[in-house]
């Protein structure tokens, strides 16, 4: 499976952009999916998580109350809405697989798309 993540762009503080990750197969569908980052001169972070039915949602503590993870298993694409963005939230976003483990530890994930990048300007 390959994934596609786009969305990106330049958003001022306090802005909102929604990231999408198109998978190449269907059988996306059957697997648990994750949204990651990455800021300049910083370690692989866990955004984001989300079951293969979408029943339930994992976020990291930075990002609650202002990121929403869902996915529409028809179109095999995870989305990342993201609101009252912040400086901080400036990276390279990545989705990929959820393999099995503990959510946040980006070693349990696979297939990672190329990313697209976020920046948000104070």
């Known amino acids: 499976v390959q994934l596609q993540a786009s969305g990106g762009g330049l958003v001022q503080a306090g802005g909102s952009l929604r990231l999408s990750c198109a998978a190449s197969?269907?059988?996306?569908?059957?697997?648990?999916m994750g949204w990651f980052r990455r800021a300049p001169g910083k370690e692989r972070e866990f955004v984001a998580a989300?079951?293969?039915?979408?029943?339930?949602?994992y976020y990291q503590d930075s990002v609650k109350g202002r990121f929403t993870i869902s996915r529409d298993n028809a179109k095999s694409t995870v989305y990342l809405q993201m609101d009252s963005l912040k400086p901080e939230d400036t990276a390279v976003y990545y989705c990929?697989?959820?393999?099995?483990?503990?959510?946040?530890?980006?070693?349990?994930?696979?297939?990672w798309g190329q990313g697209t990048q976020v920046t948000v300007s104070s």
């Open positions: 990929a697989v959820f393999m099995g483990g503990r959510y946040y530890d980006s070693n349990n994930y696979s297939n």
């Open positions: 989300i079951t293969y039915n979408g029943g339930n949602m």
């Open positions: 197969k269907r059988t996306v569908r059957n697997y648990d």
